[in-house]
Every structure is written in C-alpha cells, then in structure tokens.
C-alpha cells in the first residue's frame, strides 16, 4: 500500500513538473509574442494559480515526509 501511495505522490509530482515547464514556455510566447496565442491573459493568470497551487501542495507533501522519517 504505502508503494502505491508514493507512486501516486511521484505522479503528481511529476504531473506539477511537467505542467509548469507547459505554462512557462506558453507564458513566454506569449509575452514574446501576444497575438501568436489565442489564450486570453485572465486565463495565464487561472493556470498561474493552479500550478503555483500545486506547488505549495507538493511543499507539504515533501515536508510531512521529511517529518516523519526524522
């Protein structure tokens, strides 16, 4: 049980990784270029939340792993 659960943290993880590295070079684009991209700036800044979310929730995952094996 306790593979599974670590195998679903590195998915998320992984998940949080992979989003952020598709936001930033979106996010880059479209300041490079703003009419290149059809997405909309209020919608950058939703997903912005969103990943910036995600990243707190792998923080307090990593850390209440770090607690407990001390």
Do not use: D
């Amino acid at each position: 049980m306790k593979a599974i659960i670590n195998f679903g943290l590195f998915l998320f993880f992984a998940f949080t990784v992979l989003l952020t590295f598709v936001y930033s070079v979106g996010l880059y684009e479209k300041v490079l270029r703003p009419q290149f991209k059809n997405l909309s700036a209020p919608y950058f800044f939703v997903i912005g939340i969103i990943v910036l979310g995600m990243w707190v929730i792998n923080y307090f995952i990593f850390m209440r792993f770090k607690r407990k094996k001390n």
